[in-house]
């Protein structure tokens, strides 16, 4: 997704190259979750809420306004949100 052109005025390729490499030496991975009946307006979106609930998430974060607008299990909050809740500034 961050190699998409839009994004190019925030990052170059290379630094996506190492963000994407650090990310995975950080997080796991998870298989797709099995899904239950839709939950979202976009049933694009729900396998993030079904992945969440699989792995006992405590929060989705995304920009995604389908998600944050919800009354979500767990919560859907904003990027500024998480920073702002745990202190990573």
């Known amino acids: 997704m961050l190699g998409r052109p839009r994004f190019r005025r925030f990052l170059t390729l290379t630094e996506v190259d190492e963000l994407s ?4 030496r950080v997080c796991r991975t998870e298989p797709d979750p ?3 009946p839709p939950i979202l307006r976009d049933p694009d979106d729900n396998y993030l809420v079904y992945l969440a609930r699989q792995v006992s998430a405590e929060y989705i974060i995304t920009g995604d306004a389908d ?10 909050i904003t990027p500024r949100q ?6 990573l500034v």
Not at 21 to 24: A, F, L
Not at 82 to 87: E, L, S
């Open 21 to 24: 490499e650090e990310i995975g």
């Open 34 to 36: 099995d899904q239950g």
């Open 67 to 76: 998600l944050t607008n919800e009354h979500l299990e767990p919560p859907a």
């Open 82 to 87: 998480a920073v702002d809740r745990f202190n």
